[in-house]
C-alpha cells in the first residue's frame, strides 16, 4: 500500500484510482470483500474505504467517472454499486429464484434440504 501511494504521488496519479486498484487487487486475489473486523490493517483500511464510497456514493459526493471506474470494476465491486443505487436488488434476485425454483420443482424449497442452494433459498424464505 505505502509503495502504491509513493507511485501515485509520484506519477500525479489519483490516490482514489489508487484506492481502487487496491481493492481490486484484494477482491482478485480473496474473491470476497475485506472485513471492517480483520486483524490485518490494510484489509481493515480497505473495507473502510470501500465502506466510505457506498456512503460518498449515497450523497452524490463520487464523481460521475467515479461511479463509471466502480461499474467498470470487479464484479464484486459492480455487484455493491447496484446494492447502493437499489437496496432491493438481492433480495429481488433471490425472490425470483425462488419463484424459478417452486415453478421447476412443483414445492417451497426447505431449510432442511440436502442440496446447499435449496437450503438457503429455504432460510431465505423462512426469514421473510
Partial sequence: QVQSNLFAISNRVD???VRLRDLEEFLH???RHPRQSAT???ERSLAHWQKN???FFKTGM???QQVAMLNSSH???REA?????DPLVEWR???AELIAYVRESNRLPSQLDGNATVKKLGMWMSNQ
Avoid at 454499486?81 to 443505487?85: G, R, S
Fill in 75 to 77: 464484479r464484486l465491486v
Fill in 62 to 64: 463520487l464523481s460521475r
Fill in 53 to 55: 464510497q457506498a456512503s
Fill in 15 to 17: 490516490p482514489w484510482e
Fill in 81 to 85: 454499486v447496484a446494492k447502493w443505487v
Fill in 93 to 95: 434476485q433471490t425472490c
Fill in 29 to 31: 486475489l480473496k474473491q
Fill in 40 to 42: 490485518d490493517t490494510s
